[in-house]
């Protein structure tokens, strides 16, 4: 038997597997099963399944006890693919590519699923279906080989797609794994933050209460939650505010201010994470987000409702690991300016994120006269693209003593004007400037619209766009860099009683009996350096873990 197969499920339940040959071909007949589960089952020799789509295949598997060591998603091999021959946008199901493929007209991509609250029926339920065979299947799989040695650095963008498609079984087995999550500690939290309900469905005390206050403070009754409604009260009070941002709010002296800042705080969590969303979210204990890998164009994942990215501290309290279990959270330190040190190779740059301890301190040691305030925003300006007034003033201390580092992001920044692709290390690419506006024309998830897209100004703004791809190089290998960090974990971890069960951006947090914390510590380290290596290759960066085993997760932090 050989490593690979190739499998498509079929409509009554089944599946028809063949063996892959190292040339991408099929190396034996195509075999038809009856059950799709106990088809994988039944061939426990394969150590990667070549698939359509991880999101319709591996949760029936994984709901039959059945998991599988390795897999390869066309599709999400397709998007990875078409993003970096510069054709990001267009349709990447693998019918789509079998089209293409064969010169035909391209079919759209099938709408989006739309998430199931408190269930896993939306990963049973597949896109509307378009049939592609097996045969056809392995005709795009081989096609996709070509275009993947045919890439700007095609190892790279070979583990690339290895390391989404790992990504996808990961977010799968999160999901039928699920965040624990103590209901009766959320509505303990909510009542203690927010007060009773009143019946009728109204909002609960404390609202009532902070709107009260505001309504009485502008001497008319006004409606918190309506920003638009604020914004004319404090202009008719002789007041002007562009919106009822934070920050804007702050620097108002005004009375009514305090209790609407109040207000927006509880009202974000009441309609957020309040009762309805814990009635619609939490089952049998936990908390079953679909995380959707790949979710924005830098990598970062996102998910598809639920907000499980978004979080608040306070709502933690909730996420408590069973008896006799704990919660391991392990938080990456200074993650992207390592990665800077890592991609630009910057001699100076790697010396100092070859250590574990503090980053910015290190800086400020060679760079700023031991000020730690000013190498920090020095150096996450010249990630961000803070590149006026004092920010200028920090990158040009930064590029004396770390020019290549600064070179590096500059150079993005450059290009991402000029109109070009920028790719991350392992090659993602940044969308080439277009004419889309908004997260629904960007395709991107619109309970967690993703804040680094660049849609909705690249046409328009070549320093905007600049700024993003200064930033896409730096964040888009931290991603590049955390699936390979989550396979290299989650193969770690599969001798142990020890589960994934979140991930989000730097952070990972495992699920483990109390006995195991001490060898699923050692396995993120382990994790992290092995992902650093197969990034990014030999350098001497690091990239440490803040660690904590813990019962609750808001005692993590």
């Known amino acids: 038997m050989t490593g690979r197969w190739v499998l498509a499920p079929t409509e009554s339940g089944g599946a028809e597997l063949a063996p892959l040959g190292d040339d991408g071909l099929a190396a034996g007949p195509v075999v038809r099963e009856p059950d799709l589960a106990e088809a994988v089952r039944s061939r426990p020799g394969v150590t990667r399944w070549v698939w359509r789509d991880t999101h319709t295949v591996y949760p ?48 759209a991509d099938p709408p989006p699923r739309t998430a199931a609250p408190g269930s896993q029926s939306s990963l ?4 509307p279906p378009v049939d592609v065979p097996l045969p056809d299947l392995l005709e795009v799989y081989a096609e996709q080989q070509r275009r993947h040695a045919a890439a700007e650095r095609p190892e790279r963008m070979r583990l690339l797609t290895a390391s989404e498609s790992a990504g996808m ?43 009260d206050e505001v309504s009485a403070a502008f ?29 804007e709010l702050e620097s108002v002296d005004h009375p009514a201010v305090a209790p ?20 619609d979210w939490v089952r049998d204990g936990r908390f079953r987000p679909e995380y959707l890998p790949g979710g924005t164009v830098s990598g ?57 301890g503090d980053l910015y301190q290190s800086v400020s040691d060679r760079a700023f006269s031991g000020d730690r305030d000013q190498a920090k925003l020095a150096v996450l300006g010249a990630i961000y693209g803070q590149t006026s007034g ?83 190089v730096v964040q888009g290998s931290a ?28 952070e990972v947090i495992v699920h483990c009996p109390e006995h195991e914390v001490p060898e699923v510590t050692e396995a993120i380290e382990r994790a992290a350096a092995t992902a650093g290596r197969l990034t990014f290759g030999e350098t001497p960066v690091r990239f440490p873990f803040s660690v904590a085993g813990v019962e609750c997760y808001a005692d993590a932090k």
Not at 124 to 127: A, K
Not at 260 to 279: E, F, N, P
Not at 448 to 456: K, T
């Open 260 to 279: 609407l800042i109040a207000y927006k705080k509880l009202y974000r969590i009441y309609t957020a994470h309040g009762w309805s969303w814990l009635q």
């Open 124 to 127: 049973f339920e597949p896109r």
């Open 219 to 247: 001497g008319r009754r006004v409606r918190p939650e309506l920003p638009a409604d604020v914004v004319k009260a404090f202009a008719q009070a002789g007041v002007k505010v562009t919106s009822t941002r934070r920050w």
């Open 60 to 107: 029936r598997l994984l709901a039959a006890g059945v998991r599988v060591e390795r897999c390869y998603d066309i599709e999400a091999a397709e998007n990875l693919l078409l993003g970096h021959e510069g054709r990001h946008g267009e349709p990447r199901s693998a019918a789509a590519a079998l089209a293409r493929l064969r010169k035909a007209p391209v079919p």
């Open 390 to 472: 004092d920010g200028l003033k920090n990158l040009a201390l930064l590029r004396r003593r770390f020019p290549r580092a600064v070179a590096y992001v500059d150079e993005a920044a450059r290009a991402g004007e000029e109109g070009r692709l920028v790719r991350t290390w392992l090659g993602r690419t940044c969308p080439p400037a277009a004419g889309a506006s908004g997260a629904e024309e960007a395709g991107l998830p619109q309970d967690e619209a993703a804040p680094d897209s660049p849609y909705g100004y690249a046409s328009t703004n070549s320093r905007a766009r600049g700024r993003f791809t200064r930033n896409f």
């Open 479 to 506: 991603a590049d860099w955390a699936l390979l960090l989550l396979a290299a974990l989650r193969s770690a971890l599969a001798p142990l009683a020890a589960e994934l069960v979140f991930f989000q951006h730097d």
């Open 169 to 211: 079984l990961v977010a799968a087995e999160m999901r039928a794994a699920g965040l624990p999550w103590r209901a009766d500690v959320h509505r303990a939290v909510l009542a203690e933050l927010l007060g009773e309900r009143y019946a009728g469905g109204g909002e609960p005390r404390r609202l009532a209460e902070l709107a």
């Open 300 to 356: 970062r994942w996102t998910t598809n409702g639920g907000g499980a990215l978004q979080i608040p501290k306070v709502i933690r309290r909730a996420v408590v690991a069973d008896p006799g279990w704990r919660l391991v959270v392990a938080d990456a330190a200074q993650m992207e300016p390592r990665v800077l040190a890592a991609i630009s190779r910057d001699p100076a740059f790697m010396e100092v994120a070859a250590q574990s």
